[in-house]
């Protein structure tokens, strides 16, 4: 109906607009289909782009919008029946779920040249940047329903392996070291040395690389890509890090900048130094199996970034001697070698769910006891084998009270760890906090973006806190529990082939073999095996001793 001489193109400068005039005879419906094409030159040569997209463009029109909804129907179908979870007896916790996992699904790129940004595709707070969000956060969901999809993230890692390597010279550093906030690259963070010195998100790569391999058993994955990535990383830190005669030889890594985005540049922050100890022995780990089991490979690979084999001795090293620090007067995990020095604060008088960055010089901030996110908690969480239930409930009683979740990535890991240490008040508040974040525009800044690590927080904390998955090298393991507020809930999990699905009702948990070979696994201490012949099986829930209130 629309033809170019009725529509006028109109630019204020920072927007486009299509402005079309047209007469509807009264009582008639006019209908406008809009078609887009978007393609980049990240994937595109330049020169071509306008004819690439000019001619994905009349595909599209000559396909038709039926065709076109048909093939987002057929998409979104297929991905509801492995990545949909139910929750019955509360319809907003359902609708903020289902919500989380649109936006999760639709960010996920395809191409290996992309990755998901802070804000997925609907905003510009960070700019389209990528940060640990994607590998920490938002990646387990597409691991635990579609593993397809999560190696186009890895690749996207991959693919911006060297300018990791020019980062880590640019920081006098060797090996690679990825940006913090990036897009193609370049260290992009507005707090440039804070941004710098979250040197973790190396490990929150690896995390990712060694959780993908180990569910889809996608070795050629690992030989061709992961491990060099795992390798450069591990070199980087080996070096950053130093064995410090002051600390008895132990490895220690000053100037960093930990999950806790306040304490800017301290030393030792302890999910940090355990992180790179685990990146360490994955690294020698990784090195040994290629070197023994594609010894060309190897040799390729160690020629190529000029690798020695007195490098390996080192991670092995900095591995056994890493110093991490722990107050025996506590009994709790030092957030970092300052924290407990730091001036105590009376909560009372801070605002939560700030960053409270705004309010305060950054020098009084560095002075004050209180963190923005989850930084010990969360290593109770990421490496939970390593800590006794007991561990996790000295420092979340310890940490909770001083943290200002000033950051949407913290309620979720509350939520978890709450879920699993027995504080049923604090994981269902800690949830719903993260479940609505964006839906009811919790941080009143949604209109920049939706929370893209909060919302995948949000499927972690149904998932690991009230399903209590834990999967760890040891093997599967669920802790069923069920919030007061619901009647029950569902889930389905992929895990190394076997999908299974998990109803958790007030009567129990019922784990069922969707499809996949056998599996075995834990539930609340009881061992579970599900098979093609007998796909269905009942458990208890745990009951997790806590606090009652
Ligand atoms: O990556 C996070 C960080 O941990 C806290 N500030 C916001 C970033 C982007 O979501």
Redesign the pocket.
């Known amino acids: 109906v629309l033809g170019e001489s009725n529509a006028e193109l109109v630019s204020d400068g920072e927007n486009l607009t299509d402005r079309f005039t047209v007469s509807v005879p009264k009582g008639q419906t006019l209908t406008l289909d809009k078609h887009a094409a978007v393609y980049t030159n990240i994937e595109r040569v330049e020169e071509d782009l306008v004819s690439v997209a000019r001619n994905g463009l009349m595909e599209a029109v000559g396909d038709g919008f039926d065709a076109l909804v048909a093939e987002q129907e057929a998409f979104w179908a297929r991905h509801w029946a492995v990545g949909d979870c139910e929750i019955d007896g509360c319809p907003s916790d359902q609708q903020a779920l289902r919500f989380s996992l649109f936006h999760l699904r639709q960010s996920a790129p395809k191409d290996g040249r992309h990755s998901i940004g802070?804000n997925g595709l609907t905003g510009d707070k960070?700019c389209g940047?990528v940060?640990?969000?994607t590998e920490m956060y938002i990646s387990p969901y597409l691991l635990y329903t579609d593993p397809a999809t999560v190696r186009p993230l890895l690749m996207y890692r991959y693919h911006l392996l060297d300018s990791a390597r020019q980062r880590a010279r640019e920081m006098e550093g060797v090996g690679a070291l990825y940006s913090?906030?990036s897009i193609s690259g370049e260290e992009c963070g507005v707090v440039y040395e804070a941004a710098t010195a979250?040197y973790h998100l190396l490990c929150a790569i690896a995390t990712a690389i060694a959780r993908y391999v180990r569910q889809t058993g996608d070795e050629v994955f690992l030989r061709h890509h992961g491990a060099e990535i795992v390798l450069e990383t591990a070199r980087f830190f080996a070096d950053r890090g130093k064995f410090i005669p002051a600390r008895g030889g132990q490895f220690c890594i000053n100037a960093v900048c930990g999950?806790d985005?306040y304490g800017c540049a301290v030393n030792n922050n302890c999910y940090t130094n355990t992180m790179v100890q685990w990146h360490f022995r994955l690294a020698c780990r990784i090195h040994d199996r290629l070197r023994d089991e594609h010894p060309e490979m190897f040799e390729a690979l160690a020629g190529r970034i000029g690798l020695r084999p007195e490098e390996r001795e080192t991670w092995q090293r900095a591995a056994d001697l890493m110093y991490l620090p722990y107050s025996a007067e506590l009994g709790i995990q030092e957030q970092d070698d300052s924290f407990l020095t730091l001036d105590p604060v009376d909560m009372s008088k801070v605002p939560l769910n700030t960053?409270i960055r705004e309010h305060h010089h950054p020098l009084n901030l560095w002075r004050m006891q209180v963190a923005?996110?989850a930084d010990v908690v969360l290593l109770m969480f990421v490496q939970g084998d390593q800590f006794s239930v007991e561990q996790k409930r000295a420092n979340y009683d310890f940490y909770e009270p001083r943290t200002c979740h000033g950051?949407?990535?913290s309620a979720c890991i509350h939520s978890i760890v709450a879920s699993e240490i027995g504080y049923a008040d604090h994981a269902y508040h800690f949830f719903h906090q993260s479940a609505r974040m964006d839906i009811h525009d919790f941080k009143n800044n949604t209109a920049a973006g939706v929370?893209?690590?909060c919302l995948g927080g949000t499927w972690l904390a149904l998932v690991f806190g009230f399903g209590g998955m834990r999967d760890h090298e040891t093997g599967l393991r669920f802790a069923p529990t069920l919030p007061a507020q619901w009647t029950g809930y569902r889930f389905q999990v992929l895990y190394q082939g076997s999908r299974i699905g998990v109803a958790v009702t007030r009567e129990g948990a019922t784990y069922r073999l969707v499809e996949g070979p056998a599996v075995r696994f834990e539930s609340a201490g009881a061992e579970v095996a599900l098979s093609p012949e007998k796909p269905e099986a009942k458990a208890s829930l745990a009951r997790p001793e806590g606090r009652t209130e």
């Open positions: 802070a960070y940047h940060f640990w969000d913090w906030n979250e999950p985005e960053d923005k996110q950051s949407s990535l929370h893209s690590a």
